[in-house]
Nanobody
Framework: QVRLVESGGGLVQAGGSLRLSCAASGRIFSINDMGWYRQVPGKQRALVATITNSGSPNYADSVKERFTISRDNAKNTVYLQMNSLKPEDTAVYYC???????????????WGQGTQVTVSS
């Protein structure tokens, strides 16, 4: 069974840092883009950052120069280093990956279960 498992969320003071990890597991034929999204109650899930399988990143304007996305293709893992955190970064963070799993007929998006990040002022 192909799945994404996130870790690294928690409570941090404003100005602090956190590092999120998301590992893909199961029988996977290929992994393309990976990324992070976040959602607060009452709002739609929003893009934070994505990265191609060749390592090209893309960031939401609100996190540029504070967050860094990276990936380790050998470990099927994507990371999000979050620095200079602000209270408005508080959200549930979700990992997403375009993958072709063993039981898929074509590549499709998989989502992780989400991890809570809370930034106190």
């Amino acid at each position: 069974q192909v799945r994404l498992v996130e870790s690294g969320g928690g409570l941090v003071q404003a100005g602090g840092s956190l590092r999120l990890s998301c590992a893909a597991s199961g029988r996977i034929f290929s992994i393309n883009d990976m990324g992070w999204y976040r959602q607060v109650p009452g709002k739609q899930r929003a893009l934070v950052a994505t990265i191609t399988n060749s390592g090209s990143p893309n960031y939401a304007d609100s996190v540029k120069e504070r967050f860094t996305i990276s990936r380790d293709n050998a470990k099927n893992t994507v990371y999000l280093q979050m620095n200079s955190l602000k209270p408005e970064d508080t959200a549930v963070y979700y990992c997403k990956s375009l993958m072709f799993g063993e039981t898929d007929i074509a590549p499709r998006n998989y989502w992780g279960q989400g991890t809570q990040v809370t930034v106190s002022s």
